[in-house]
């Protein structure tokens, strides 16, 4: 019986507590810089495609939402198409710890709502973004020690010049 | 006033026609509570509010509900409606409509003699407190009776649905609910 | 009393009921959302006020079916005679001393006691028209819950009535002049709101509709405006019940500055908050022991509340 009572008063003293509810669409709740939302892909500092085609991220993907087909352009790998399918996709984040340039990553954002499931499937225009994402100043291509036009071997960040296995100077 | 009291007469009396002639056991049952519902409008007409409301608490609102309830159980579906309309058929109205007509003239009578006191136009109507000093007044014999009798239901009541413990008789349920809820009623309508 | 006024308060009890049933199911959720520390629905208009509006939109578009399997026309007669039932029971509510349609009939508790016991068919039969065992089972629930909790009210009120001296209700009303009677009365305020809680079938005692056991008990096959009916009929029976207790209980209109009326629909509108409260606080007891509360302690209780009520007349009377 006084268990009852008690019950009641506490129901009716909750009249006075402030509401738990974000009221979504005007208050937006906080996400973190490393939420794991809509998926990017992102350019180097000098504008171009990070992506290298290398389907790491494919093969990491545990359902199987990635696939690309890979090009080449003067010396550099670049995806040919590239499409991620929203609908399958878990956002785990596989794909960003599996790629090797900082590519693809996962962005604070998930207001991805469509009314038909084929918008769902997300083309590399609709991935591409123009800016470095959440690695500024990084680009593959100036530390990996391959050759592209501009670039010879050897000229690198930290690289060394190529030894010159001919030479019998130390 | 008389021109209502016909109409709820009317209505009485038509609704009593269907409770004897439906064959399905809830729908009879409504067609009375109808037919209480007009018998309360009549008392009403005539001066009998607490009689009237009476009618409507205790017959249609408790007894009847009870009645529809027990049907409703015993799940008469089709077959018991085909029983019911072959009953309903030929010879068998004869006797039963004799003895009525029986009734109705014995009552036609009793009314041209006067031997019923007509009633009263425009009296003051009778309510609860009327009701209520008559009752345990000149008639406080037959309400001590009636509530022995009660009494003796209720006791009969309980005698009846007591829990028999131990290795007696074996109990209606393990929870004392009936069962016949999930086993008799299908959806065979 | 004029003609053209007897309309108007006829009219004006009838949509004020319609009006009060319809924005108590915005009320209930409303004040559900605060209980729980959220919102409610607050989307639609100002406040969410016009959301009763999308509900009845919605309600009245949906497809309005009869299940094959039914009894068609006690499936569809049975909502109405719910709804009905509730809607004439306000006939006997004294609002204020001017605006009633029948509150000084020397009858009008019993009325409402009549109009109670024709609700149970809607309840009844609807559940048994539907022809499903959930609905049957919920059906049965409710007979015997809304005819067992009756005979408790109804007793609980005869404290009310031996006091004031009649069965009307306006007469109840002004006999509580000086002291209200929730006061003298307290045990038989207690047991007629707690009858009135299982009477209207609501939470906690909603066990005919149970939705976690039954679907949704005695109106799971019911859609459309027939399922609407049930659900004004409930919140309608609510707003009774509290108009009831105000009227028996608290005093009815009286109240010192303020209009009666004001007086009274504030009385109400507690009552029907604290209505909603229950619901939030309380969990839905078990059948068997909603009705072994009612016989062994609510039957007790309120045989008590009229046998000292009436030593305690007799005794002023003697005196």
Redesign the interface.
Known sequence: MLG?IR??W???L??F?????V?YPEVKPYLSPRYRGRIVLTRDPNGEERCVACNLCAAACPVDCISLQKGEREGRWYPEFFQINFSRCIFCGFCEEACPTYAIQLTPDFEMSEYVRQNLVYEKKDLLISGPGKVPGYSFYNISGLAIPGKDKGEAEHEAPPVDTHSLMP | MSISLLLYGLVAICATAMVITRT?A??AL?YM?VALLALACVFDTLGA??A???E??VY???IM??F??VV??LNIGSPAEQREKSWLSGGIWVVPSLLALGLLVTLLIGLRSGAVPAIVQGAA?I??REVGLALYGPYILTVELSSFLLLAGLVSAFHIGRRIGGAGIAPLHP?GVHVG??EH?G?D? | MVWWWAIIVILGTVFGVLAVAALSTMLERR?LG??????GPNRVGPFGLLQVAADAIKMLFKQDWIPP?A?K??FFIAPIIGFLAVLISFAMIPITPSWSVAGH???GL??V??M???H??SV??G??SS???FA??G??RA??QM?SY?VFMGLSLLGVVMTAGS?ALSDIVEAQKHVWFVIPQCLGAVVFFIAGIAETHRLPFDLPEGENELGAGYHTEYSSMKFGMFFLAEYAGMALIASLVTALYLGGWSGPILPPVVWFVVKAFLLLCFFI??R???PRPRY?QLMAFGWKVLLPLSLLNTLVTGAVLLLRAGA
């Open positions: 009852i019950t009641i506490l129901s009716f909750h009249l507590h402030k509401n738990v509810t009221q | 399905a809830v729908h409504l509570v509010p607490f009237a409301l009476l409507v608490i249609a609102g408790a509900v009870l529809v309830f409703m159980m109507p309510g609860p929870d809820v999930n009623r959806v309508r | 004040l605060f209980f729980q520390d959220r919102p399997f009894d026309p006690v009939l020397n009858v019993l009325w006691f009549g109670m016991g024709l149970v068919y009844v039969l559940g048994w022809n499903n065992k049957l089972l059906a049965m007979t015997a005819i009756e069965f409260l229950l939030t606080a309380l068997d």
